[in-house]
């Protein structure tokens, strides 16, 4: 991708004034960047290729630092005028000023020039910035040397070794998805690079690499349901490809710059679709054996479900939240720049990793599924995955409930929540703090309510299952679209009878004696494919028009 920029080289001598008539006389973005910095063309990429809605800027992880991330985005910056009061990050001299914000960025500059605070111009416009309340995002600088530096030396220091640096290694390097997983970082991770290397040799897209990887995963669950020794063997092995393939479609979308909604939906679906349908032919390969492990399959996929909204929810409201806390101007020239420390010390390495593992991310997850299976076959599965999940729900909840009770008593300022709770009618959230659980416990209760109708009409098999995901992927669908600052089409959600309708339909349908697979077929129908269909063709439509 190739962004029309503006640019300005700045110098000791460029004044805030030079860099507004700039940037006002301008309809493109400018890219500011000091004369004394140097970094790698891959970093310094990450603000003239990657798309952006906001002005951004180049940061590195420092402790005790002159700046200030939060959210990722700029909290706090400093000058030869200015102090943070607490700063986890350094500037590190490159700035892209958004032409979308235009109509705050020029106020706020014309203010900051009236002070003629003394500082760099980089730095003060920085400042001017984030106290006028306007959105940075924060750009981190990782796996290579910078400097932004007065001392010719070391900038020459520095050169040098980018210099004897792989372009091509650190660009990958650079593709990695930040904050992952430890299986997937230190195992899974290997292999996608190599993968992901050979995916740019050919040209190939992100979206096409989710469909591969979905195809490998349908793959595994087919093989998992022949109950066999030899094909369980073949579908855990499947399920950990399908996993290595999947990190590559996010790597190639940040190497290449190719990031769409459609292909951020794509691949969220397509994981909880591929780890479901593993659960439903691991339920129906011991079947086959005369072993009855629906409820638990069935449980399973409830409670994994439930854990995802819970994770989603609860980071988007806190980042609703914080977010909030940025919407407070502070005066230019004031000495405190309102920001109240509540960052947490450093945690150590050992830590850092066993926080990670706790959390269950999906890595660990279809580890334990291939490995559990393999070993035990489908009754160890379903009888390890619960325990692991409760020990993780227990410690990352109570997490939460701490800082849940830290925040202010009042309600959601968006409509995340609302969006997903699928009750005709309703129009706010039930509480304050607490709402981002909402969706999680509508989620547990349908689910446990059909459950208990399948056991009582005695009619638990694939159809049931089948029944339970498709709604299951409904309410993904809802939080993904939700995520989006998107809803489901009316329509779409009057199709599927919402959470109440849904659950005496399906109750009456089998007590009057429908068949069952008539059920499943109508719910697949709308809400797996007719669902997808939409949010697919709105999509390329939204595209074509932009």
Request: glycine fraction near 6%; proline fraction near 3%.
């Amino acid at each position: 991708m190739s962004v029309a920029l503006d640019s300005l080289s700045v110098t000791a001598r460029t004044s805030l004034s030079e860099i507004l008539d700039i940037f006002q006389n301008s309809t493109r973005d400018l890219l500011l960047f000091d004369e004394r910095t140097v970094i790698t063309d891959p970093h310094l990429e990450l603000l003239t290729d990657y798309p952006r809605s906001s002005s951004a800027a180049l940061v590195a992880i420092v402790k005790n630092g002159n700046t200030l991330v939060r959210q990722s985005r700029i909290a706090s910056a400093s000058s030869a005028s200015h102090k943070v009061t607490i700063g986890n990050r350094d500037f590190v001299g490159g700035l892209r000023l958004s032409q979308k914000q235009r109509e705050t960025i020029i106020p706020a500059l014309e203010n900051a020039i009236a002070f003629r605070a003394k500082g760099n111009a980089l730095d003060l416009l920085l400042v001017a910035l984030v106290r006028g309340t306007i959105k940075v995002d924060a750009v981190d600088v990782l796996s290579a040397p910078w400097s932004r530096s007065d001392d010719p030396r070391e900038r020459e220091r520095v050169k040098s070794e980018i210099n004897g640096l792989n372009i091509a290694t650190l660009r990958l390097k650079i593709a990695n998805r930040a904050n992952d997983g430890f299986f997937s970082v230190f195992f899974l991770r290997k292999f996608s690079k190599i993968l992901t290397w050979a995916a740019v040799k050919v040209g190939a897209t992100p979206n096409q690499v989710t469909l591969l990887s979905f195809a490998i995963g349908l793959y595994s669950a087919y093989s998992f349901s022949r109950g066999t020794f030899l094909s369980v063997l073949l579908g855990a092995f499947l399920l950990q490809l399908s996993i290595i393939v999947d990190c590559v479609d996010g790597e190639l979308a940040r190497y290449t710059r190719k990031f769409s909604k459609l292909g951020a939906w794509l691949d969220a679906v397509t994981d909880r679709v591929k780890e479901y349908l593993v659960f439903l032919g691991l339920a129906y390969g011991a079947s086959l054996e005369g072993r009855d492990l629906w409820i638990p399959a069935m449980a399973m996929m409830a409670i994994q479900a439930c854990r995802h909204l819970s994770d989603y929810n609860f980071a988007q409201s806190m980042k609703v939240r914080t977010e909030e806390k940025f919407a407070t101007p502070v005066d230019f020239m004031a000495e405190f720049d309102g920001i109240i420390p509540t960052e947490r010390g450093p945690r150590g390495r050992l830590r850092y990793w066993l926080g990670k593992i706790i959390q269950f991310p999906i890595g660990e997850r279809w580890l334990v599924i291939s490995a559990s299976a393999v070993v035990g076959g489908a009754a160890l599965t379903f009888t390890i995955m619960p325990t692991l999940a409760f020990i993780s729900a227990v410690v990352v909840f109570r997490g939460r409930a701490i800082r849940t009770k830290e925040m202010e008593r009042n309600p959601l300022n968006s409509s995340l929540i609302v969006n997903q709770s699928d009750l005709l009618g309703i129009k706010a959230s039930f509480t304050r703090r607490i709402s981002w659980i909402e969706p999680s416990i509508l989620r547990l209760i349908e689910a446990l309510i059909l459950i208990a109708i399948f056991v009582h009409q005695d009619v638990l098999g694939v159809p049931s299952f089948i029944i339970l995901f498709s709604i299951i992927f409904h309410h993904y669908d809802n939080l993904y679209r939700a995520l989006q600052d998107e809803k489901k089409p009316t329509w779409l959600n009057a199709l599927g009878f919402y959470l109440g309708g849904r659950i005496l339909l399906i109750g009456a349908a089998l007590l009057t004696g429908v068949d069952i697979t008539l059920i499943a077929w109508y719910f697949a129908v709308i809400f797996l494919a007719l669902s997808s269909f939409q949010w697919v063709i709105g999509h390329k439509q939204n595209r074509i028009s932009e």
